[in-house]
């Protein structure tokens, strides 16, 4: 799990709780009524903009956010390499049964292995990450539409509130705390837009550029096996794809400069 994500927003709502609670009674905070007009309208905007089905794969595709990437890219550099020193080793022949648990590396040497031509593997594989980086981008629309939804209804709300509380002017009692639930709608989208679908899509958006940079990696190692060069030279390869830091742990721990 991606400590970073749920510590963010726990912080978030700790801090913000916490302020509340200094400044008087937290349980002024919360109103039913405010919630679901803020919320039940962000989910409804939601689906009139987009399809059920891609709400829902928007809400499966959010849990990549709540978690620490698997592929460790230093991990898939070497098991490339190692491919590559079976296949010059033996032949290109000795890598169908060589197991590999990425699905698209996996796909790459099962085409070199089928004997596929090196446009051909290109042209596959890049079709692959388009459509990946399409599936990735459907997600992050939707959260970033929950993101404009959010402050959008917590206005309405207040609206509301202050229609109510217009109704009851010839109270007075009643304008002062009528007037601080019209505005807790806004405070409750503003809250959701900045401290969870928002940075939800950002960093959805940023799991898909490094998956993208992985794949991309990848293909470059398929194809480098496919022209049989040089396991080191494939490693060196590879390792322009990562930043400096990273680099540096495949030479005895020494970061580059």
């Known amino acids: 799990m991606d400590l970073s994500t749920i510590?963010?927003?726990?912080?978030?709502?700790?801090?913000?709780?916490?302020?509340?609670a200094m400044g008087g009674d937290i349980v002024g905070f919360i109103n039913i009524p405010s919630f679901m007009i803020t919320f039940g309208g962000t989910v409804a905007a939601t689906m009139v903009m987009f399809p059920l089905k891609?709400?829902?794969n928007a809400m499966k595709v959010a849990q990549v956010a709540l978690r620490e990437p698997k592929d460790s890219p230093l991990e898939l550099i070497e098991k490339i390499v190692s491919l590559a020193q079976?296949?010059?080793?033996?032949s290109i022949l000795a890598l169908e049964?060589?197991?590999i648990e990425d699905p698209f590396l996996q796909k790459g040497i099962r085409l070199v292995v089928d004997g596929a031509e090196p446009d051909?593997?290109?042209?596959?594989?890049?079709?692959e990450i388009a459509m990946m980086q399409e599936r990735h981008k459907s997600g992050q629309k939707v959260f970033k539409g929950m993101g404009a939804f959010a402050p959008?209804?917590?206005?309405?709300?207040?609206l509301i509130g202050l229609v109510?509380?217009?109704r009851a002017i010839d109270d007075p009692q009643k304008i002062g705390p009528a007037m601080a639930v019209a505005l807790i709608t806004t405070l409750y989208g503003a809250v959701a837009a900045n401290l969870v679908f928002l940075p939800i899509a950002s960093k959805l958006e940023e799991r898909s550029r490094r998956e993208t940079i992985l794949r991309e990696m990848m293909l470059e190692g398929v194809l480098a096996i496919l022209a049989g060069e040089n396991p080191r030279m494939i490693r060196e390869k590879l390792l322009s794809f990562l930043p400096p830091s990273m680099r540096g742990e495949?030479?005895?721990g020494k970061k580059a400069a």
Do not use: C, D, S, W
């Not at 510590?7 to 509340?20: E, H, K, N, V």
């Not at 079976?86 to 033996?90: Q, Y």
């Not at 051909?120 to 079709?127: D, G, L, Q, S, V």
């Open 120 to 127: 051909f593997i290109k042209a596959i594989m890049r079709t």
């Open 7 to 20: 510590l963010g927003i726990l912080l978030g709502l700790i801090l913000i709780g916490g302020a509340i």
């Open 164 to 166: 109510q509380m217009l």
């Open 86 to 90: 079976k296949a010059r080793r033996e």
């Open 250 to 252: 495949e030479h005895g």
């Open 97 to 99: 049964n060589e197991p």
């Open 54 to 56: 891609t709400v829902m």
């Open 152 to 158: 959008a209804f917590g206005m309405i709300g207040t």
